[in-house]
């Protein structure tokens, strides 16, 4: 499944670029997430508890940065086990352009795969999910580094 987005973010690119790389803050916009923890300067761990559908599965899995460009631009990927509900694995492209001293447009282009019972599920029911847990996580991002929620 792919999905791509644009979001404005009322913060400096700095600020969001900081924020990209804050796994308090990625914790914090994360649907479901319990906990994300830093490893090194890009590779970190999360524990996430998702619902798709009757299926409730907790992923455990390994998050990495590449394709640095501070900060205009990243690659996140990552891919997580959630036992007999299955797996799920991706990345997002990610990058960042001022709108003006206070303002970023953050751009993203996420490809994604599900395995197990949550692909059983249908490529609607998982596509609707991925999109919602998507703008979920940007307006939560959005509200935590500009102060308010993402327009």
Known sequence: MDMSGTERIEAPVE????????PEILRQAIPGCES???????NMTARVVLKVGPIKAKFEGAV??????????????????????????????????????????????VK??????????????????????AGEFFAKFGS???GEAAV
Request: hydrophobic share 35%; glycine share 14%; charged share 20%.
């Open 15 to 22: 600020k969001v670029w900081q924020a990209l790389n804050d």
């Open 36 to 42: 994300l923890e830093k490893t090194s300067d890009t």
């Open 64 to 109: 990495e940065l590449q394709n640095l460009n501070p900060p205009t631009s990243y690659t996140i990927s990552g891919e997580g086990k959630g036992g007999i509900a299955g797996f799920a694995k991706g990345g997002a492209d990610v990058s960042l352009q001022a709108d003006g001293p206070d303002a970023t447009i953050l751009t993203y282009a």
């Open 112 to 133: 994604a795969e599900v395995g197990g019972k949550i692909a059983q599920l249908g490529s609607r029911l998982i596509d609707s999910t991925a999109k919602k847990l």
């Open 144 to 146: 935590l580094v500009g």
